[in-house]
T-cell receptor, first 116, second 111 residues
């Protein structure tokens, strides 16, 4: 199993540009999570999906952030327009159905985003 | 917003020593308390987890101790090794079920 796949691994962009992060969860996992990690705020849950449906987006910082899951094998996190304070490592994670959102989460390698 | 308070923020231990990291959580209707381990440049990975029908769970050199009445749980790493040097996160479920992570503890094990 390839594990959770994220792309790109690194992204450098300029303020005001649109950024799209991509995630492919582990096959058969019904939960998908997007996290942001910074030194100041630690690991924050932005949004999670169950069976492609957004369940809790209360962690999405503002309207500039949006996430979609058009099918069971693909999700995107979009930032438009990007700002320097969005610089962080963004992780995607997935987990199987049993146990609900509290089950073991399998994290991808992350996307390091730098907004200049 | 519910919080999970983790301490210490950083920890330096000699090889062979015991590393202890503590977490305190707020009320939750769920019973699942994991610890994740993260190496530089990698995503977090589940290390060990406890469902507190027991007060302690041991897997190799790693032990979780759980005190439900105090709403606290801790990770003990026995015979700490340089390869254990990483960042450790505790987590607890919120009242809505999603996991809330602690701020993390950076562990350095000196040879």
């Amino acid at each position: 199993d390839a594990g959770v796949i994220q792309s790109p691994r690194h992204e450098v962009t300029e303020m005001g540009q649109e950024v799209t992060l991509r995630c492919k969860p582990i096959s058969g996992h019904d939960y998908l999570f997007w996290y942001r990690q910074t030194m100041m705020r630690g690991l924050e849950l932005l949004i999670y999906f169950n069976n492609n449906v957004p369940i809790d987006d209360s962690g999405m910082p503002e309207d500039r952030f949006s996430a979609k899951m058009p099918n069971a094998s693909f999700s995107t996190l979009k930032i438009q327009p990007s700002e320097p304070r969005d610089s962080a490592v963004y992780f995607c994670a997935s987990s199987p159905t049993s146990g609900g959102p509290n089950n073991e989460q399998f994290f991808g390698p992350g996307t390091r985003l730098t907004v200049l | 917003q519910q919080q999970v308070k983790q301490s210490p923020q950083s920890l330096i231990v000699q090889k062979g020593g015991i590393s202890i990291i503590n977490c305190a959580y707020e009320n939750t209707a769920f019973d699942y308390f994991p610890w994740y381990q993260q190496f530089p440049g990698k995503g977090p990975a589940l290390l060990i987890a406890i469902r507190p029908d027991v007060s302690e769970k041991k897997e190799g050199r790693f032990t979780i101790s759980f005190n439900k009445s105090a709403k606290q749980f801790s990770l003990h790493i026995m015979d700490s090794q340089p390869g254990d040097s990483a960042t450790y996160f505790c987590a607890a479920p919120s009242n809505t079920g999603k996991l809330i992570f602690g701020q993390g503890t950076t562990l350095q094990v000196k040879p």
